[in-house]
């Protein structure tokens, strides 16, 4: 599965179509295309933490599912309709406030569906900090819907 989009057109898409995920500052990176997967990086800030210091729980979350939107896209091209479906997350370590990345696989793309995993890494140590799995759908291209 040969990527369709680089990192500057992801990069360039999300800046176009979400730029609200980095609107108070750099929070989202991408960081790798490769043949089925692609790696997001978060840079957390102090609004991404919970009392403790620690990363919280809905910014891991993020951190995933706009992950697993960046390998999705690396892949079928700029479809800003394709939207989760599902994604389940298992927190298993401490998030450090220190940039965590996103790496995504996916394990099967069809016409309507893909399922992906992503694993949320310290970008420095590789610890795993968190690991989900997701579901998006595809919308049908023009030219593939029913008439």
Same mark, same amino acid.
Request: some cysteine; glycine content about 6%; proline content about 8%.
């Given at each position: 599965?040969?990527?369709?989009?680089?990192?500057?057109?992801?990069? *360039?898409? #999300?800046?176009?179509?979400?730029?609200? %995920?980095? !609107?108070?500052?750099?929070? $989202?990176?991408?960081?790798?295309?490769?043949?089925?997967?692609?790696? #997001?990086?978060?840079?957390? *800030?102090?609004?991404?933490? &919970?009392?403790?210091?620690?990363?919280?729980?809905?910014?891991? $979350?993020?951190?995933?599912?706009?992950?697993? @939107?960046?390998?999705?896209?690396?892949?079928?091209?700029? =479809?800003?309709? !394709?939207?989760?479906?599902? #994604? /389940?997350? /298992?927190?298993? /370590?401490?998030?450090?406030?220190?940039?965590?990345?996103? =790496?995504?696989?996916?394990?099967?793309?069809?016409?309507?569906?893909a399922m992906l995993e992503v694993s949320v890494?310290?970008?420095?140590? &590789?610890?795993? %900090?968190?690991?989900?799995?997701?579901? @998006?759908?595809?919308?049908?291209?023009?030219?593939?819907?029913?008439?």
């Amino acid at each position: 599965m040969t990527p369709v989009l680089t990192v500057e057109e992801i990069e *360039d898409f #999300l800046a176009r179509e979400f730029p609200q %995920i980095n !609107a108070g500052g750099r929070v $989202f990176t991408c960081v790798s295309v490769a043949p089925g997967t692609a790696t #997001l990086r978060l840079h957390p *800030d102090e609004s991404h933490l &919970r009392p403790g210091g620690t990363v919280s729980g809905p910014a891991l $979350f993020a951190l995933a599912d706009v992950a697993a @939107y960046v390998a999705l896209l690396a892949h079928i091209g700029p =479809v800003p309709l !394709a939207l989760t479906t599902q #994604l /389940n997350i /298992n927190f298993l /370590n401490r998030a450090d406030p220190v940039p965590l990345d996103g =790496v995504c696989r996916i394990l099967k793309l069809g016409r309507s569906l893909a399922m992906l995993e992503v694993s949320v890494e310290r970008a420095d140590t &590789r610890q795993l %900090i968190a690991h989900a799995t997701t579901t @998006y759908s595809i919308p049908p291209a023009k030219n593939d819907a029913v008439k």
